[in-house]
């Protein structure tokens, strides 16, 4: 089944500890298509940049076997650009800058091949383009969308519009507890799928994943790593793992959805072993099912036959 | 096999956005006793209270089917008294005030019956007491250990002598950090491994613990509950339900400490349900049963048979 994705692509200066990137090759529907093409074909992306976008990048995407179809070049403008910085414990990021540019006057057009059926992936973006590329798909199999604080705080009435048209919301803890207004993670789960998503998924970084789905309650571990280079991208590319997950399966059961959150979660940790998106370039099929193997292992509760009855 | 616990017994006034309690039955022994019992007995408990401890409450301790002869009763002293509050979150809580009244003298005494052998459980102490403990027991069969912050800080010295001599570091993630002077816990937990213990627990509170033994990383979830009364003891209990669990196999390997976690986070879960160690009392062993069976379901990765090769 195939994957739409519509984000950003954008030219990101990342500095960790670890290291440091000017204008690289980033934004939410890279790390989203990067990662579900690994497990579903074709992706499509929708998105602008502008005519600074260098080719090579553009090449980068294409190699990745990624439709570009559906992203826009405008010669004149600029592209989305952003910088960020990490601390020591990698926990906390400061925005340095956003420069929107072309983002600003976005015109997503789905391409023909991508506007019926299909995983549709709304990657973090004002709520009012999440929902014009929804308004073009006809029966997609399953709508999940990202969101961040700023449209929380800045857009609520056009994010709760969007909540009630989609099928999975993927957001982390901090988004979780501002969205519902409730600190307990179980409680605001109920409330927010109150407001329309049936699935949610709530990420907490090194801590792993929540996944609500009908009564179920999945916990995922988060991949422990000693070098963690750069955790941008992390949660899209959680996002585009899920999504290439479920398209592959074209289904959706509680068995699906919990390896779709563990493929999600691979995913992450390769993006932030490397900066920037190299993480998610050239993985072998085999380098992906030792990591899901790993995972398994990590959660694994073996099976007390005695039950533990004093 | 038998579970000897060293901790502080206290009277606890705790204040959190549900409720409040006065003077209640509190202290890290009491925690870890009461919740080790559940799964291994003899539970022997060596602590100091002073002529102000309500008789109910050694009659609760003594109903839960502890060894109390360890606990000296100082007639003309006054007990541990601890004052703390949590905000809306529970995640931090503030000191109100501590003091420390008899445990300021406490000389701890083994009694002969658990001079030998078996699990010992020194809870959060001066690590000079904790090792006073250690010095009249003969070849325990495991030897665990919980510390914080200050003792990190104030007792240095006194708390590497002690981790040279124990089998499992029980700790929370921000201790952990701090007592390997490393962000990252998967390096941290390998920086304390070399300080001594072979096998580190850190607890991260609502979102699980992680053991490390030998080459294994096991990563626990909390249970997810809607209703969280008060946090006060769920390490505590944790490290009871961790060291009655071991102490009822009578073994160290892989899978029991898995289970161990298991059953150490189930405990801390029923702790915090309710104030004080209300929750420790009468849980019947079907109860305990279907929460560890829940903890199973929680973390349930299924296998793919297909794994995920593109």
């Known amino acids: 089944m195939h994957v739409l994705v519509v984000g950003t692509v954008a030219l990101d200066s990342i500095e960790t500890p670890f290291g440091a990137v ?21 992706v499509g992306v929708v998105a602008v940049v502008g005519g600074d976008f260098p080719a090579a990048y553009l090449e980068t995407l294409r190699a990745c076997d990624l439709d570009l179809e559906g992203v826009t070049v405008e010669p004149a403008g600029k592209t989305f650009a952003w910088g960020g910085r990490y601390h020591y414990d990698l926990n906390d990021r400061e925005t340095c800058f ?11 057009v789905v ?35 990202d969101t961040m604080n700023f449209w929380i705080e800045h857009t609520p009435e056009a994010l709760r519009a969007l909540l009630r048209r989609i099928d ?25 799928r109150d407001m329309g998503p049936r699935i949610l998924v709530i990420k907490k970084g090194e801590h792993g994943a929540l996944l609500f789905y009908d009564e ?19 949660g899209d590319a959680f996002m585009g793992g899920f999504a290439g997950y479920v398209a592959r399966c074209g289904r959706v059961d509680e068995d699906t959805l919990r390896r779709a959150v563990v493929f999600g ?3 992450a940790s390769f993006t932030v072993e490397r900066f920037g998106p190299a993480g998610l370039l050239g993985l072998s099929g085999e380098a992906i099912a030792r990591r899901l193997e790993a995972f ?10 005695a039950q533990v009855v004093p």
């Open 296 to 305: 398994r292992t990590l959660a694994h509760i073996p099976f007390d036959p």
């Open 168 to 192: 999975v919301l993927i957001v982390n803890d901090a988004e979780a507890r501002e969205l519902a207004g409730e600190p307990n993670l179980v409680k605001a789960a109920r409330v927010i």
């Open 216 to 234: 179920v309650v999945f916990s995922a571990p988060a991949y422990p790593l000693e070098d963690i280079q750069d955790p941008t991208g992390a």
């Open 265 to 267: 979660s691979a995913m």
């Open 98 to 108: 956003t420069h929107l540019n072309v983002l600003e006057r976005f015109e997503p």
């Open 111 to 145: 391409p023909v091949a991508f506007r019926e059926g299909g995983v549709v992936c709304l990657g973090n973006l004002d709520p009012g383009i999440q929902a014009q590329v929804l308004e073009q798909v006809r029966s997609p199999a399953l709508v999940l969308c």
């Open 22 to 42: 000017d204008r690289a090759l980033g934004g939410s529907a890279t790390y989203i298509a990067m990662a579900a093409r690994y497990v579903s074909r074709p």
